[in-house]
């Protein structure tokens, strides 16, 4: 059963202009947000726009959209909620992002931002589990890195692999910070500090676990060059 306007104005003032504003919609960060609200919004999104997006949701999150929107997928280990149609249809030489992932662990965040990508509309190319530990396993796939037109490096520890990858290939790197690490990564300050620090110049940092914020982003650097 459908919400009126009022019931969804009680908690929730949607921004159904952002997408002509700036190339991409108002996306649903569900956590802390009860299921209910999140099926609310995200059904009133879909209907006005056609497509839908919520972050950080769970399966209590999912169980409730799925009431109302059928046709939604559950990515759980990005904690994503897709509903519909990419934003867009990319042509065959469409420029391409590639996720690169410094370890395992930190797949949910470089998932996060693959998913968000393609989402968008973007093919993606993921590169997992390339760390500095075991460098020669980054410079298997540099080919890779060097034909993309941005590149997201996600990892956690110390957060050294930007800084590599950053002197190694000419597209714009996006670092992610990950809370993955012992005790004295501080749940990813480590990471984050040693990101914004890096001698590779021209790197940018978003905040850390934020693989949603680096595909965003991305997101804007490709319709540039699409364009």
Known sequence: MKKSASEIDSFANL???RLARNGLPEVVYAESKTPEQVAIILAALYEKAGTALATRADARHFAAVQER???AHHHALARLITVGEPLRQPAADAPYAAVVCAGTSDLPVAEEAAITLEWAGWPVR???????????RLFAVEDALREAAVCIVVAGMEGALPSVVGGRIPAPIIAVPTSVGYG???GGLSALLGMLTA????ITV???DNGFGAAAAAHRILRLLAA
């Open 206 to 208: 978003v905040n850390i």
């Open 69 to 71: 929107l059928p046709n």
């Open 184 to 186: 004295a990564n501080f």
């Open 126 to 136: 993921r590169i997992s589990d390339v760390g500095v530990a075991g460098i020669h």
């Open 15 to 17: 921004d159904h202009e």
């Open 199 to 202: 001698c590779a110049p021209g």
